[in-house]
């Protein structure tokens, strides 16, 4: 037999199997899309969590504050100084009167400078890092901080390490759980498909006694528990999409999911391509794992 011929009897007689066996097919296809439907909230979770660590990313901002003794050449000094260095992206220069303009529009403020009677700030540069230089900008501070010009160098590094442990702390929680999730469901598909392999036990010991080799016996199984997977979902990925579409106002407006809804586009689609590999993977290998029992294996 060609090895076309085997790839169409195994995809065909899976493609049967699934039918006849309806009631543990449409089991293990609702358990399927239960777990990928609780895997797609951590999922989704993380995606949201890198989604708003890159915004957090392109709008972090250093503030170089020069020192009062600072001369023109200092500051152009600097603002070149800056602008060669590779990690930065962008440089601002604030004047001291345009900060001191933006002070006095806290009423409070403006009255502690008209009885101070002069400006007490300093010109400063707004400077924004790369993205993937956010992260480790403590040698560029200690270069700064080096120089008798600049006076202060605030880039809120406490904060900022703050909402990135967090981050990691999330994604860790989320692994966990979600891989405890992946394997209970694991084990109950395999249990539901080694049901379904107990049910048809005298066809395979027919086809070991007439001599029908493993992939014939198995093939067909296996590609039925990728199916039921894939079933499951692609059930998830149309109701995840009904909901985003049809029911996005009110989710946004009562769930609180708005960060999850503004995703972009091409975020949600790596999340369904996950969550189909998911169900497949999942499918494949509870029908794999059904066909590990001893007494499968014993059937020659």
């Given at each position: 037999?060609?090895?076309?011929?085997?790839?169409?009897?195994?995809?065909?007689?899976?493609?049967?199997?699934?039918?006849?066996?309806?009631?543990?097919?449409?089991a293990v296809i609702v358990?399927?899309?239960?777990?990928?439907?609780?895997?797609?909230?951590?999922?989704?979770?993380?995606?949201?969590?890198?989604?708003?660590?890159?915004?957090?990313?392109?709008?972090?901002?250093?503030?170089?504050?020069?020192?009062?003794?600072?001369?023109?050449?200092?500051?152009?000094?600097?603002?070149?100084?800056?602008?060669?260095?590779?990690?930065?992206?962008?440089?601002?220069?604030?004047?001291?009167?345009?900060?001191?303009?933006?002070?006095?529009?806290?009423?409070?403020?403006?009255?502690?400078?008209?009885?101070?009677?002069?400006?007490?700030?300093?010109?400063?540069?707004?400077?924004?890092?790369?993205?993937?230089?956010?992260?480790?900008?403590?040698?560029?501070?200690?270069?700064?901080?080096?120089?008798?010009?600049?006076?202060?160098?605030?880039?809120?590094?406490?904060?900022?390490?703050?909402?990135?442990?967090?981050?990691?702390?999330?994604?860790?929680v989320g692994l966990v759980?979600?891989?405890?999730?992946?394997?209970?469901?694991?084990?109950?598909?395999?249990?539901?498909?080694?049901?379904?392999?107990?049910?048809?036990?005298?066809?395979?010991?027919?086809?070991?006694r007439m001599g029908a080799?493993?992939?014939?016996?198995?093939?067909?199984?296996?590609?039925?528990?990728?199916?039921?997977?894939?079933?499951?979902?692609?059930?998830?990925?149309?109701?995840?999409?009904?909901?985003?579409?049809?029911?996005?106002?009110?989710?946004?407006?009562?769930?609180?999911?708005?960060?999850?809804?503004?995703?972009?586009?091409?975020?949600?689609?790596?999340?369904?391509?996950?969550?189909?590999?998911?169900?497949?993977?999942?499918?494949?290998?509870?029908?794999?794992?059904?066909?590990?029992?001893?007494?499968?294996?014993?059937?020659?």
């Amino acid at each position: 037999m060609s090895t076309s011929s085997r790839l169409f009897y195994v995809l065909k007689e899976g493609f049967l199997q699934l039918f006849r066996s309806r009631g543990l097919s449409t089991a293990v296809i609702v358990i399927v899309a239960s777990t990928l439907l609780q895997l797609s909230f951590f999922l989704g979770l993380s995606l949201v969590l890198d989604h708003a660590l890159g915004s957090a990313r392109e709008k972090f901002q250093m503030a170089v504050f020069l020192a009062p003794a600072a001369q023109p050449s200092d500051r152009q000094r600097i603002q070149a100084l800056l602008l060669a260095d590779p990690r930065v992206a962008s440089v601002g220069l604030v004047t001291k009167e345009e900060a001191l303009q933006d002070f006095r529009k806290d009423p409070e403020i403006d009255q502690m400078v008209e009885a101070l009677g002069e400006n007490p700030l300093t010109d400063s540069f707004t400077v924004v890092l790369r993205k993937d230089a956010v992260e480790k900008p403590d040698e560029l501070v200690a270069k700064l901080r080096q120089d008798p010009q600049i006076e202060e160098v605030d880039y809120g590094k406490n904060e900022w390490e703050t909402v990135s442990n967090l981050t990691h702390v999330a994604r860790w929680v989320g692994l966990v759980i979600g891989g405890f999730i992946f394997l209970t469901a694991l084990f109950i598909i395999s249990n539901t498909l080694s049901l379904a392999l107990w049910a048809r036990r005298e066809d395979f010991i027919l086809m070991a006694r007439m001599g029908a080799p493993t992939w014939m016996r198995w093939g067909p199984y296996l590609w039925e528990g990728l199916l039921q997977g894939l079933g499951g979902a692609l059930l998830v990925v149309l109701l995840m999409e009904a909901l985003r579409r049809g029911a996005g106002e009110a989710l946004q407006k009562y769930a609180g999911l708005d960060m999850l809804l503004a995703l972009p586009a091409g975020d949600w689609g790596r999340l369904y391509f996950t969550l189909v590999v998911l169900g497949v993977f999942l499918g494949f290998l509870g029908a794999f794992l059904a066909l590990q029992r001893k007494w499968v294996r014993e059937i020659h």
